[in-house]
């Protein structure tokens, strides 16, 4: 089974390169099948990362940055794969 874990948060006030910057130095472990780094208006930077595992797997998570680095506390979800059916 493939499991997708998303990682979302919101850059403080100019800090949007900053925030994109650390989350790509960020390796909590393992690795994943495939690991895809967004980003969008407001200072949004979004992760998703792809994972051979059962859904309620334990698997590394990006932690929390900086608490002076985002405005609001950081959003995860877990997804599992539908058919399009």
């Not at 493939?2 to 800090?15: D, F, K, P």
Request: no cysteine.
């Amino acid at each position: 089974m493939t499991v997708a874990l998303m990682w979302e948060a919101r850059a403080a006030e100019g800090r949007g390169e900053e925030l994109l910057a650390w989350v790509r130095e960020q390796r909590p472990g393992g690795e994943p099948l495939r690991r895809e780094v967004f980003r969008a208006p407001q200072d949004r930077v979004l992760v998703i990362t792809w994972w051979d595992a059962p859904y309620d797997a334990p698997l590394p998570e990006l932690p929390e940055p900086a608490a002076e680095l985002v405005t609001r506390a950081v959003h995860r979800w877990r997804f599992e794969p539908v058919s399009d059916g």
